[in-house]
């Protein structure tokens, strides 16, 4: 969902076009913005990022909106067969898929990159996942076993501040490592494709503009006419669905490990 699409889906709530809806397309986006802020500390996204840190013990990383780094992941450089270069042997890189998972050259023939884009490496293990499920999950489930012990950090250590991620890869060193982070949520689009966060988001954008609505035009009333609006009412159940929505939220939280 994009924010132009829940803006008119808000207005719908409100009775658009049946009733006229006394709200502006600002007052909305200020509604979904307050939304977003209700929900960011219970939403979290992990995603991956490979990056080089050859020669440099200060990586600026403010162009990805990373609102915290936390994990990274040493990249060994290993000789390959000629021995004239090195090779990165990365669990998120073309070389690295076929060291640690033994993906054969057909399922990455369109990605002959040295280092694949997270969504290239998406495709690639859910193509692969697809024909040899049972031997692809093994072989994550051992990798992240190998994680989880720390055998793939060995040596490094590192600090996330400012925007700017310090690396010491120790020893041996290596020129390339791949972070974990939990990106910035800002945006309507942030929230990725979760149903059930999108739908709190929509009912909590909702909530909010009822409670501006009733607060604005509550203010007034039409003397002699024979309907009216019961502005405590709509305010009223606003609040009882955002109180709803965050006692929801406390309880389903969720974590979401996700690569493109």
Wanted: proline share 3%; with cysteine.
């Amino acid at each position: 969902m994009k924010k132009d699409e829940l803006i008119k889906y808000v207005k719908r709530q409100l009775g658009y076009p049946t009733v006229n809806v006394e709200l502006t397309d600002e007052q909305i986006n200020d509604s979904i913005m307050r939304a977003i802020d209700e929900i960011k500390p219970w939403y979290t996204i992990f995603k991956y990022l490979t990056i080089d840190v050859n020669n440099k013990s200060v990586t600026d990383l403010s162009e990805y909106r990373i609102n915290d780094v936390t994990d990274v992941i040493k990249v060994f450089d290993i000789s390959n067969v000629s021995g004239e270069n090195s090779i990165i042997r990365d669990p998120f890189s073309y070389s690295g898929m076929n060291a640690y998972y033994g993906i054969p050259m057909y399922a990455v023939s369109n990605y002959s990159t040295s280092i694949m884009t997270n969504q290239s490496i998406h495709r690639v293990i859910s193509n692969y996942a697809s024909m040899y499920q049972e031997y692809f999950y093994s072989a994550l489930a051992t990798m992240m076993q190998k994680r989880t012990l720390g055998t793939l950090t060995e040596n490094i250590s590192w600090k996330f501040y400012d925007n700017k991620l310090y690396v010491d890869t120790g020893t041996p060193s290596t020129s390339v490592v791949t972070i974990e982070y939990i990106p910035q949520v800002i945006h309507v689009e942030d929230f990725e494709e979760n149903t059930r966060y999108i739908n709190y988001l929509k009912d909590l954008s909702v909530a909010f503009c009822l409670i501006i609505q009733a607060r604005v035009t509550g203010k007034y009333s039409v003397s002699g006419s024979p309907t009216s609006i019961n502005y405590s009412d709509m305010r009223r159940d606003a609040e009882s669905d955002i109180n709803r929505i965050r006692d929801e939220l406390k309880q389903t939280a969720n974590v979401f490990y996700i690569t493109d």
